[in-house]
């Protein structure tokens, strides 16, 4: 998928990185200060962690 696509609300799930499999919500994108995206996803659960905006696909609502 491509980064750009990526917006708030999104329901997403991680497709490689340390959080693959896990499925939550795209909650903040920031452009780092060397061009990468990073996003933090928050899950149905309340926990909430970040990872790169190219290891997620977005998906429809599970």
């Known amino acids: 998928m491509a980064d750009n ?3 708030d ?3 997403c799930r991680v497709i490689a990185g340390t959080h693959q499999g ?7 994108i920031n452009t780092s200060k060397t061009g990468h995206i990073t996003i933090t996803v928050l ?19 599970e």
């Open 5 to 7: 696509q990526l917006k």
């Open 9 to 11: 609300g999104d329901f």
């Open 22 to 28: 896990k499925t939550g919500y795209v909650h903040a």
């Open 43 to 61: 899950q149905k659960n309340g926990d909430r962690f970040k990872t790169l905006g190219r290891n997620v696909a977005v998906i429809k609502e």
